[in-house]
T-cell receptor
Framework: DQQVKQNSPSLSVQEGRISILNCDYT??????FLWYKKYPAEGPTFLIS?????DKNEDGRFTVFLNKSAKHLSLHIVPSQPGDSAVYFC????????????FGGGTRLMVKP | DVKVTQSSRYLVKRTGEKVFLECVQD?????MFWYRQDPGLGLRLIYF???????EKGDIPEGYSVSREKKERFSLILESASTNQTSMYLC????????????????FGDGTRLSIL
């Protein structure tokens, strides 16, 4: 039973437009959410996070939105750049589980020039 | 800056071989993790360790074992490699809880792409 789901395995976007990556979760104990970005043959790198006490966190071109009632979060990238092409993983942490993370299946983003 | 180093970027082994994947971190983190990444399945936790000589099974421990003799080093062992263990293996480390001023629970190495022939 997947507690964190990314229902879109891939997404293709034109350079300069907005990319929206979605993530749904089922566990109400999750209190902290993260997005990791992964290039081929490299480890995941941390991108942005949000605490469950907030509904939005912004860092440059990247914004994460959290809708707790819908158990849904999304990552917006504006404007998208070809260098953003990578696999994006949504992850969640439960308040009672230390730094254990539960990951979604990933979404491959392709930004076309 | 946290550094998690995996000993090999690419590895090719044969079915039935005993395979060792090594991971070293330099931040004195208590927790260390081994994941495998497969397309569409995300990162799945194989084993983790929260202290020296301590280990806990993750979601998919079958066919694997681990060793943590020193705090900085966490080894993943494939006892008898099989073709379905061909995958990208990722090591991560973290402190036991969220650290003030830090927004990143886990730090990852660059991964080892393992092929079992």
């Amino acid at each position: 039973d997947q507690q964190v789901k990314q229902n879109s395995p891939s997404l293709s976007v034109q350079e300069g437009r907005i990319s929206i990556l979605n993530c749904d979760y089922t566990n109400s104990m999750f209190d902290y959410f993260l997005w990791y970005k992964k290039y081929p043959a490299e480890g995941p790198t941390f991108l942005i996070s949000i605490s469950s006490i907030k509904d939005k966190n912004e860092d440059g071109r990247f914004t994460v939105f959290l809708n707790k009632s819908a158990k849904h979060l999304s990552l917006h990238i504006v404007p998208s750049q070809p260098g953003d092409s990578a696999v994006y993983f949504c992850a969640a942490r439960s308040w009672d589980a230390g730094n254990m993370l539960t990951f979604g299946g990933g979404t491959r983003l392709m930004v076309k020039p | 800056d946290v550094k998690v180093t995996q000993s090999s970027r690419y590895l090719v082994k044969r079915t039935g071989e005993k395979v060792f994947l090594e991971c070293v971190q330099d931040m004195d983190h208590e927790n260390m993790f081994w994941y495998r990444q497969d397309p569409g399945l995300g990162l799945r936790l194989i084993y983790f360790s929260y202290d020296v000589k301590m280990k806990e099974k993750g979601d998919i421990p079958e066919g694997y074992s681990v060793s943590r003799e020193k705090k900085e080093r966490f080894s993943l062992i494939l006892e008898s490699a099989s073709t379905n263990q061909t995958s990208m293996y990722l090591c991560a480390s973290s402190p036991p809880g969220m650290v003030a001023g830090s927004n990143q629970p886990q730090h990852f190495g660059d991964g080892t792409r393992l092929s079992i022939l």
